[in-house]
């Protein structure tokens, strides 16, 4: 079991950037791959970016086409937080994000069995 808390969102204009962060609870943080999705007004919830566990010191790690080249997502696992690092942010990424868990990687909101609560980034043109 774990719980996710994301934190960082906010208002920022078009081109700025944010750093999204999710803290875990549980000392099994290092066996959990994480993804980020977001849920803007009016649509599913798409995936984001996501990267996986650290069995082998190797993060993979995954991103949208709408995130490629522009967020990076990153763990530290010692502080049990995964980071979203979103630059030259555009009014299209306005939504909800949220960070979720689970054993293995991937892109269907389906796959991940933990979820937080989400944060706010409105992004203004």
């Known amino acids: 079991q774990v719980q996710l808390v994301e934190s960082g969102g906010g208002l920022v204009q078009a081109g700025g950037s944010l750093r999204l962060s999710c803290a875990a609870s549980?000392?099994?943080?290092?066996?959990?791959?994480m993804g980020w999705f977001r849920q803007a007004p009016g649509k599913e919830r798409e995936f984001v970016a996501g990267?996986?566990?650290?069995?082998?010191?190797?993060?993979?790690?995954d991103y949208a086409n709408s995130a490629k080249g522009r967020f990076t997502i990153s763990r530290d696992n010692a502080k049990n937080t995964v980071y979203l690092q979103m630059n030259s942010l555009k009014p299209e990424d306005t939504a909800v994000y949220y960070c979720?868990?689970?054993?293995?990687?991937?892109?269907?909101?389906?796959?991940?069995?933990?979820w937080g609560q989400g944060t706010q980034v409105t992004v203004s043109s």
């Open positions: 990267i996986s566990w650290s069995g082998s010191n190797l993060y993979g790690v």
């Open positions: 549980g000392r099994t943080f290092s066996s959990y791959a």
């Open positions: 979720a868990a689970d054993s293995r990687r991937g892109r269907l909101r389906s796959e991940y069995a933990y």
